[in-house]
Protein backbone atom coordinates (compact mmCIF):
# COMPACT_ATOMS: atom_id res chain seq x y z
CA UNK A 1 0.00 0.00 0.00
CA UNK A 2 1.95 3.18 -1.12
CA UNK A 3 -0.62 5.81 0.08
CA UNK A 4 -0.53 9.29 -1.98
CA UNK A 5 2.40 9.56 -4.26
CA UNK A 6 3.55 12.29 -6.63
CA UNK A 7 5.21 12.38 -9.86
CA UNK A 8 8.03 14.25 -10.75
CA UNK A 9 9.32 15.00 -6.69
CA UNK A 10 11.66 18.29 -8.42
CA UNK A 11 11.26 20.42 -11.17
CA UNK A 12 12.51 23.81 -12.86
CA UNK A 13 10.87 25.39 -15.76
CA UNK A 14 11.14 28.33 -17.42
CA UNK A 15 8.28 31.14 -17.43
CA UNK A 16 5.38 30.49 -20.43
CA UNK A 17 6.62 26.25 -20.04
CA UNK A 18 3.83 24.22 -19.15
CA UNK A 19 3.83 21.04 -17.00
CA UNK A 20 1.54 18.50 -15.80
CA UNK A 21 1.71 17.10 -11.47
CA UNK A 22 0.38 13.87 -11.43
CA UNK A 23 -1.13 12.23 -7.70
CA UNK A 24 -2.22 8.74 -7.81
CA UNK A 25 -3.51 6.93 -4.78
CA UNK A 26 -3.77 3.69 -4.04
CA UNK A 27 -6.63 3.92 -0.86
CA UNK A 28 -9.59 3.78 -3.26
CA UNK A 29 -10.58 7.38 -1.64
CA UNK A 30 -13.42 9.48 -2.73
CA UNK A 31 -12.33 13.12 -2.45
CA UNK A 32 -8.45 14.31 -3.77
CA UNK A 33 -6.82 17.63 -3.16
CA UNK A 34 -3.91 19.73 -4.83
CA UNK A 35 -2.17 22.26 -2.31
CA UNK A 36 0.31 24.55 -2.78
CA UNK A 37 2.86 25.43 0.20
CA UNK A 38 4.84 28.90 0.38
CA UNK A 39 7.00 29.64 3.39
CA UNK A 40 5.55 31.33 6.10
CA UNK A 41 1.99 30.88 4.38
CA UNK A 42 1.10 27.56 5.49
CA UNK A 43 -0.66 25.38 2.96
CA UNK A 44 -3.72 26.79 0.62
CA UNK A 45 -5.94 24.79 -1.03
CA UNK A 46 -6.12 24.98 -4.97
CA UNK A 47 -8.95 22.92 -6.41
CA UNK A 48 -10.13 19.72 -5.33
CA UNK A 49 -12.34 16.66 -6.52
CA UNK A 50 -15.16 15.00 -4.64
CA UNK A 51 -14.88 12.27 -6.77
CA UNK A 52 -14.04 10.72 -10.48
CA UNK A 53 -14.84 13.07 -13.18
CA UNK A 54 -15.85 16.28 -10.73
CA UNK A 55 -13.10 18.87 -9.99
CA UNK A 56 -14.17 22.40 -7.88
CA UNK A 57 -11.78 25.17 -6.88
CA UNK A 58 -10.03 26.19 -3.63
CA UNK A 59 -8.39 29.41 -2.73
CA UNK A 60 -6.16 29.77 -5.09
CA UNK A 61 -7.29 28.35 -8.09
CA UNK A 62 -5.68 31.20 -10.83
CA UNK A 63 -3.24 29.85 -13.24
CA UNK A 64 -3.91 25.76 -12.40
CA UNK A 65 -6.25 23.39 -13.95
CA UNK A 66 -7.11 19.93 -12.88
CA UNK A 67 -8.74 17.03 -14.16
CA UNK A 68 -9.94 13.31 -12.83
CA UNK A 69 -10.60 10.94 -15.20
CA UNK A 70 -9.56 8.00 -13.01
CA UNK A 71 -10.46 7.47 -9.24
CA UNK A 72 -7.29 7.14 -8.56
CA UNK A 73 -5.57 9.84 -9.94
CA UNK A 74 -5.55 13.32 -9.93
CA UNK A 75 -3.89 15.76 -12.07
CA UNK A 76 -2.71 19.54 -11.61
CA UNK A 77 -1.75 21.41 -14.93
CA UNK A 78 0.29 24.96 -15.37
CA UNK A 79 -0.67 25.78 -18.72
CA UNK A 80 1.90 28.83 -18.85
CA UNK A 81 3.82 29.10 -15.65
CA UNK A 82 5.01 32.26 -14.03
CA UNK A 83 7.63 32.80 -11.11
CA UNK A 84 4.64 33.10 -8.58
CA UNK A 85 4.25 29.86 -9.08
CA UNK A 86 7.17 28.33 -7.66
CA UNK A 87 5.96 26.62 -4.37
CA UNK A 88 6.27 23.02 -2.81
CA UNK A 89 3.03 21.22 -4.34
CA UNK A 90 1.40 18.42 -2.13
CA UNK A 91 -1.81 15.87 -3.06
CA UNK A 92 -3.82 14.50 -0.66
CA UNK A 93 -6.68 12.18 -0.25
CA UNK A 94 -9.62 11.44 1.53
CA UNK A 95 -12.15 8.33 2.44
CA UNK A 96 -15.34 9.84 1.75
CA UNK A 97 -18.60 12.15 3.64
CA UNK A 98 -17.82 10.65 7.31
CA UNK A 99 -14.23 10.58 7.53
CA UNK A 100 -12.61 13.70 7.84
CA UNK A 101 -8.69 12.93 7.78
CA UNK A 102 -6.72 13.81 4.93
CA UNK A 103 -3.58 12.02 4.02
CA UNK A 104 -0.49 14.05 2.04
CA UNK A 105 1.67 12.71 -0.46
CA UNK A 106 5.77 13.49 -0.44
CA UNK A 107 5.78 16.91 -2.64
CA UNK A 108 6.26 18.04 -5.62
CA UNK A 109 9.00 20.88 -5.79
CA UNK A 110 8.49 23.52 -8.14
CA UNK A 111 10.64 26.11 -9.66
CA UNK A 112 9.61 28.44 -12.26
CA UNK A 113 12.53 30.59 -14.06
CA UNK B 1 -13.98 32.01 4.43
CA UNK B 2 -12.17 30.60 7.65
CA UNK B 3 -8.78 32.27 8.69
CA UNK B 4 -7.17 30.31 10.91
CA UNK B 5 -3.96 31.74 13.05
CA UNK B 6 -1.15 30.14 14.81
CA UNK B 7 1.34 31.07 17.32
CA UNK B 8 4.42 31.30 17.88
CA UNK B 9 5.91 30.63 14.68
CA UNK B 10 9.12 29.51 16.22
CA UNK B 11 9.86 27.85 19.42
CA UNK B 12 12.37 26.22 21.16
CA UNK B 13 12.71 24.07 24.02
CA UNK B 14 15.02 21.94 26.12
CA UNK B 15 14.23 18.14 25.73
CA UNK B 16 12.18 16.79 28.48
CA UNK B 17 10.37 19.92 28.83
CA UNK B 18 6.73 20.67 27.04
CA UNK B 19 5.65 22.90 24.49
CA UNK B 20 2.62 24.66 23.54
CA UNK B 21 1.36 25.88 20.06
CA UNK B 22 -1.93 27.34 20.11
CA UNK B 23 -4.81 28.61 17.02
CA UNK B 24 -7.43 30.51 16.72
CA UNK B 25 -10.62 29.95 14.20
CA UNK B 26 -12.96 32.51 12.68
CA UNK B 27 -15.55 30.32 11.42
CA UNK B 28 -17.93 29.06 14.08
CA UNK B 29 -18.72 26.02 12.07
CA UNK B 30 -15.46 24.73 12.20
CA UNK B 31 -16.21 21.16 13.58
CA UNK B 32 -13.15 19.33 12.61
CA UNK B 33 -9.39 20.34 13.82
CA UNK B 34 -6.76 18.55 12.94
CA UNK B 35 -2.99 18.73 13.55
CA UNK B 36 -0.31 17.87 11.55
CA UNK B 37 3.84 17.26 11.51
CA UNK B 38 5.91 18.19 8.85
CA UNK B 39 9.58 16.77 8.71
CA UNK B 40 11.97 18.42 6.17
CA UNK B 41 11.58 17.45 2.98
CA UNK B 42 8.18 15.25 3.82
CA UNK B 43 4.78 15.89 3.09
CA UNK B 44 2.45 16.58 6.56
CA UNK B 45 1.43 13.20 8.72
CA UNK B 46 -1.38 13.65 10.67
CA UNK B 47 -0.72 13.36 14.94
CA UNK B 48 -3.81 13.88 16.48
CA UNK B 49 -7.26 15.42 15.62
CA UNK B 50 -10.56 16.84 18.03
CA UNK B 51 -13.90 17.47 16.46
CA UNK B 52 -16.32 19.45 18.12
CA UNK B 53 -18.49 17.98 20.35
CA UNK B 54 -14.74 17.20 22.76
CA UNK B 55 -13.22 19.39 24.52
CA UNK B 56 -9.79 17.48 24.86
CA UNK B 57 -8.29 14.45 23.47
CA UNK B 58 -4.69 12.84 24.41
CA UNK B 59 -2.57 10.43 22.72
CA UNK B 60 0.50 9.54 24.38
CA UNK B 61 2.89 12.73 24.77
CA UNK B 62 0.63 14.43 22.87
CA UNK B 63 -2.81 16.24 23.55
CA UNK B 64 -5.05 18.45 22.12
CA UNK B 65 -7.27 21.18 23.79
CA UNK B 66 -10.39 23.31 22.25
CA UNK B 67 -12.44 26.20 23.43
CA UNK B 68 -15.18 26.27 21.08
CA UNK B 69 -16.62 29.56 22.83
CA UNK B 70 -13.63 31.10 22.42
CA UNK B 71 -12.81 29.37 19.08
CA UNK B 72 -8.93 28.18 19.57
CA UNK B 73 -7.40 24.97 20.32
CA UNK B 74 -4.01 23.94 21.38
CA UNK B 75 -1.30 21.23 21.01
CA UNK B 76 0.34 20.16 24.08
CA UNK B 77 3.84 17.77 23.26
CA UNK B 78 5.22 16.65 27.02
CA UNK B 79 8.21 15.48 27.68
CA UNK B 80 9.64 16.47 24.70
CA UNK B 81 12.37 14.12 22.41
CA UNK B 82 15.05 15.32 20.05
CA UNK B 83 12.11 13.57 17.09
CA UNK B 84 9.97 16.10 17.79
CA UNK B 85 11.78 18.75 16.42
CA UNK B 86 9.30 19.55 12.69
CA UNK B 87 7.05 22.02 11.63
CA UNK B 88 3.21 21.91 13.36
CA UNK B 89 0.39 22.99 11.28
CA UNK B 90 -3.17 23.42 12.67
CA UNK B 91 -6.16 23.43 10.47
CA UNK B 92 -9.74 23.84 10.91
CA UNK B 93 -12.42 22.72 8.30
CA UNK B 94 -16.19 21.93 7.77
CA UNK B 95 -18.32 18.95 7.26
CA UNK B 96 -20.73 20.98 5.04
CA UNK B 97 -17.49 22.39 3.38
CA UNK B 98 -16.13 19.23 1.93
CA UNK B 99 -13.85 19.02 4.71
CA UNK B 100 -11.53 21.40 2.41
CA UNK B 101 -8.96 22.66 5.54
CA UNK B 102 -7.47 26.04 6.46
CA UNK B 103 -4.23 25.91 7.55
CA UNK B 104 -2.87 28.06 9.98
CA UNK B 105 1.22 29.03 9.26
CA UNK B 106 2.91 26.85 10.96
CA UNK B 107 5.09 26.11 14.29
CA UNK B 108 8.81 25.11 13.79
CA UNK B 109 9.82 23.61 16.71
CA UNK B 110 13.45 22.66 18.06
CA UNK B 111 13.89 20.71 20.36
CA UNK B 112 17.20 21.37 22.43
CA UNK B 113 19.64 18.24 23.26
Known amino acids: ?113 | GENVEQHPSTLSVQEGDSAVIKCTYSDSASNYFPWYKQELGKGPQLIIDIRSNVGEKKDQRIAVTLNKTAKHFSLHITETQPEDSAVYFCAASVRTNDYKLSFGAGTTVTVRA
Not at chain 1, 22 to 29: G, I, K, S, Y
Not at chain 1, 37 to 53: A, C, F, K, N, T
Not at chain 1, 83 to 92: E, K, L, N
Open chain 1, 1 to 113: NAGVTQTPKFRVLKTGQSMTLLCAQDMNHEYMYWYRQDPGMGLRLIHYSVGEGTTAKGEVPDGYNVSRLKKQNFLLGLESAAPSQTSVYFCASRWGLAVETQYFGPGTRLLVL
